[in-house]
């Protein structure tokens, strides 16, 4: 995927507008975000491979995409509260706050690049924690306001098979259910793009 910096700055420009309106109550905390890590969400990838959002601006384009399913599956929760999370569900995925440390950095390995279509690799030099969990610590250390429901959500997000996950499996939790769903279809969409 070619990085074109006009739709970097579209999809950034929407992700912000985005976080303000759904977050009036933490302007705050949103220009300290934009403040220390603007460049970062700005350029992150995703992931390692461009199917699953390893290219830059692949961070913000799964969110933006993920906001967008959320409308069909909004019937049975606040549909706010759905969009809310599916912005920021994946903030841990930029790396370390507080050490400036990437999660993914460019591959270097022309094999890697080339056989398995790898743009990115795991910094190893980022400290080890789940993207759930740096997310939540993402959302305390900035101030971000969610409610209980968006904070299960959000620490479930990344499947009830894990076994952080799993003391959720057999609740019923229709948030954190249809962000689940909601991620579904846009990883569908972002493999297809």
């Known amino acids: ?30 220009d300290q975000l934009e403040g220390e890590l603007g460049e970062r969400i700005f350029l992150a990838p995703r992931d390692t491979t461009p199917a699953s959002g390893g290219f830059p601006g692949g961070l913000i384009s799964f969110a933006l995409v993920t906001a967008k399913h959320c409308r069909a599956f909004s019937a049975k929760v606040d549909p706010k509260s759905l969009v809310r999370i599916s912005l ?16 993914f ?4 390995s022309d094999w890697h690049r080339e056989k398995l279509g790898r743009h990115y690799r795991y910094n190893e030099l980022c400290p080890k924690m789940s993207i759930a969990h740096r997310t939540l610590y993402y959302i305390a250390k900035f101030g971000f306001r969610v409610s209980k429901e968006e904070w299960v ?7 009830f098979q894990y076994d952080e996950n799993r003391f959720y499996a057999n609740e019923v939790l229709p948030l954190a259910q249809a962000l689940q769903t909601a991620r579904t279809f846009a990883f569908v969409e972002l493999k297809d793009s």
Do not use: C
């Open 88 to 103: 920021i569900h994946e903030l841990g995925r930029l790396g370390d706050p507080e050490e400036a440390l990437e999660l």
């Open 1 to 30: 995927m070619q990085t074109n910096i006009e739709e970097l700055k579209k999809s950034y420009d929407k992700y912000t507008s985005l976080l303000r309106k759904f977050f009036p109550d933490s302007g705050d905390a949103i």
């Open 153 to 159: 959500a959000i620490s479930v997000s990344a499947g």
């Open 105 to 108: 950095v460019p591959e270097t």
